[in-house]
C-alpha cells in the first residue's frame, strides 16, 4: 500500500478536490471537521476508503485527529478481509483502528429487524461508543452524491414529505454525524482514489438486486441518468433547497412553539385558536406536527395530519383524531389540545 501523502504533494487538481471537501463542510454545512477529532466509519468500499484518505489529509493540515472504526457484520464469507484490508490501511497510514465483529442475522432475527436495519443500528452503536471513548467531537461517514440521490428516490417512493424529500442531513448535531462527501458523486471519489494508486474492496452483495437499496441503485438510478445524464446535478439541486427550506420552518415554527403556553393538566398541550388561525396552512401543519413530535415517540404522518387541518378549518369542534404513539388531537373552539392517552385508564 502507497504511504500517506501530505496534501501538498497531490497533483493540484485534487489538493484542491480535498480543499473543496473541507470548504463544503464549513460553509454549507457548519461543520467544520479537518482540526477536530473525527471518528471515520470505514467498510474499505471506496466511498469510505476516500473519506478515511480525505480527511487524514486534511486533519494532518490543521491539527486534527483521525481514528477509523470498522463493523464485521458477519453476513458474508469475505467479509473478515474487508476488515483486514482496513487494519492494514490504517497500519500503513499510522491512524488509530477499532475494529468489531457481530452477529447482525441474529441480531436481526431476535428484534424482529430486516437485516440492514439491524446492521446500521449495529454500526451507528459502535460508531457512537468509539466517539466517547475517544473523546472525538465527530463521525464521519462517506456517503456520497449517488447515495443521496439513491436515498431522495427512496423516501419518495415511501411517501415522504417536503422538505425530508431532499433527502439525508449532511450534518446531524443530535448525533454528531457529519457527511462531507454527500454533494461529491462516487465517480469522483474512485478517481481520486486511482490518483493516489489506493486501491478499495468492492463488497459483491451490493451488487445483488435483492434489498429495495440495490434495486434502487442498480435499475432505477441508472434508467434516470440515462434520460437525464445531468440527475445527479438536479439531486444536489433538490438537496439544497430543501436545506434552505428546512431552515426557514424550522425558524418559523420554533418561534410560535416557544410560545404556547405550558402544558395543562394532565400533560394536555394547547394549540391555541388565534395562534392557528393567524398561521398560514403550511405553518399550521407543521406546528401540528411538531407539538405532536414534542409528546414522545410515534411519527405523525402526512394524511393525519391533512385530516387534522382539515378539521380545523371546517370548524369541527368536539372531533378527536388519534396519531401514532397513543396521542390524541382534540378540537374545540379555544383551538386544538393534545395529550398522550393513558391506556390502562382508557380501558378502566
Not at 445531468?230 to 431552515?247: G, N, P, V
Not at 373552539?333 to 378502566?348: F, N, P, Q, S, W
Amino acid at each position: 500500500m502507497p504511504p500517506l501523502p501530505k496534501l501538498q504533494e497531490l497533483p493540484p487538481k485534487w489538493a484542491r478536490f480535498c480543499l473543496g471537501i473541507r470548504s463544503f463542510a464549513a460553509q454549507e454545512l457548519s461543520r467544520p471537521f479537518s482540526a477536530s477529532a473525527c471518528v471515520v466509519a470505514c467498510s474499505g468500499g471506496a466511498d469510505s476508503t476516500a473519506m478515511l484518505l480525505i480527511s487524514a489529509l486534511l486533519c494532518r493540515k490543521d491539527g486534527g485527529r483521525v481514528i477509523a472504526a470498522h463493523l464485521d457484520h458477519g453476513l458474508r464469507a469475505e467479509s473478515p478481509r474487508d476488515a483486514d484490508f482496513v487494519a492494514a490501511l490504517c497500519e500503513n497510514w499510522n491512524i488509530p483502528f477499532v475494529r468489531e465483529q457481530a452477529n447482525i442475522a441474529a441480531l436481526a432475527k431476535n428484534s424482529g429487524m430486516g437485516l440492514e436495519e439491524a446492521g446500521r443500528l449495529a454500526r451507528y452503536e459502535l460508531l457512537e461508543r468509539v466517539r466517547r471513548e475517544q473523546g472525538a467531537e465527530l463521525v464521519l461517514l462517506g456517503h456520497q452524491l449517488n447515495d443521496l440521490a439513491e436515498d431522495q428516490l427512496l423516501r419518495l417512493m415511501r411517501g415522504a414529505g417536503w422538505p425530508g424529500l431532499g433527502g439525508m442531513a449532511g450534518h446531524d448535531a443530535e448525533r454528531c454525524l457529519l457527511r462531507p462527501l454527500l454533494l461529491t458523486p462516487r465517480s469522483k471519489l474512485e478517481a481520486f482514489l486511482v490518483s493516489c494508486a489506493q486501491n478499495w474492496r468492492v463488497d459483491q452483495s451490493n451488487l445483488e438486486p435483492i434489498a429495495t437499496r440495490n434495486r434502487v441503485r442498480l435499475e432505477l438510478l441508472p434508467v434516470l441518468l440515462r434520460e437525464n445524464p445531468a440527475y445527479l446535478d438536479a439531486a444536489a439541486r433538490l438537496w439544497r433547497q430543501a436545506r434552505l427550506d428546512e431552515k426557514h420552518w424550522d425558524a418559523q415554527v420554533q418561534a410560535l412553539f416557544s410560545a404556547l403556553p405550558p402544558p395543562g393538566p394532565g400533560g394536555v398541550l394547547l394549540l391555541p385558536a388565534h395562534m392557528l388561525n393567524a398561521a398560514p396552512a403550511p405553518l399550521r401543519l407543521r406546528l401540528c406536527k411538531a407539538a405532536l413530535e414534542s409528546l414522545g415517540p410515534g411519527q405523525a404522518l402526512s394524511d393525519g395530519l391533512f385530516r387534522l387541518d382539515e378539521l380545523w378549518r371546517l370548524r369541527a369542534s368536539g372531533k378527536s383524531l388519534r396519531f401514532p404513539g397513543d396521542k390524541e388531537a382534540r378540537l374545540s373552539k379555544a383551538g386544538i389540545a393534545l395529550r398522550v392517552i393513558d391506556r390502562k385508564k382508557e380501558c378502566g
